[in-house]
Each structure stands twice: as C-alpha cells, then as structure tokens.
Nanobody
C-alpha cells in the first residue's frame, strides 16, 4: 500500500490550498481516510476524516467550515480543500488510510492507532 500526499506550499493568511492524497494497493471503498497535521513541538492531531463507504465526514472544531475533505474513487485520491487559512494551520499534513469504515460513526476517526497506512507528509506554511 502506498499513500502519497502533495499540494503543500507557503500561502498567505486568508489563502487557500488543496492537498491531495493518492492511495494505491487497497480498495478505497472499504476504509476511512483521515488527514492529520503536526506542528513543530506539538503532537500529531486528526483534522478531518471521510468514510469511503458512505462519504460521511468529520472535522475538528478549529477547521470546521474552512476545510473540506472529499474523495475521487476513480482516481484513488482523497482531497483536503483548505480555505481561510490561518498561521496556526501551519504544520506538516499527513494522509492516513486503512481505518474501519465505521470509525466516524463510533467517534474515533481522529485517533492515530485507527490507521494502518501513512504518507510521508506535506508541509503547509501560512505566513505573510
């Protein structure tokens, strides 16, 4: 299984970015995919999740109404659209997959141990 993120960049506050997560080697429909981030000196945190079974989603409070997670099954890709970016969004963003399709329903999709496969991360820097 390979998980490859892309799309990170330097962006000004208030700007937008779209991160991509290309997944190969497993059937996307069977799992939940999550986006995590880790800022310098902080623990990795779950940001958003999407169940590839029923398209249900989860967002942490700080990104709700600014970030949108979506998927393109035909292209084996999950996206994270990030709008109204803030300096506190600066972090390495990771994509992870392999979690059960029901973790959103159970309220555990933002937990790191739920995921079996991780990408290498992509840097997002929000600064003027």
């Amino acid at each position: 299984v390979q998980v490859v993120e892309s799309g990170g960049a330097l962006v000004q506050p208030g700007g937008s970015l779209r991160l991509s997560c290309a997944i190969s080697g497993l059937t996307m429909d069977d799992y939940t995919t999550g986006w995590f981030r880790q800022a310098p000196g902080k623990e990795r945190e779950g940001v958003a999740c999407i169940s590839n079974l029923d398209d249900s989603t989860f967002y942490i409070t700080s990104v709700k109404d600014r970030f949108t997670v979506s998927r393109d099954t035909a292209n084996h890709t999950v996206y994270l659209q990030m709008n109204s970016l803030r300096p506190e969004d600066t972090a390495v963003y990771y994509c992870a997959t392999g979690a059960s399709p029901v973790v959103i329903r159970f309220g555990t999709c933002q937990r790191i141990p739920e995921y079996d496969y991780w990408g290498q991360g992509t840097q997002v820097t929000v600064s003027s």
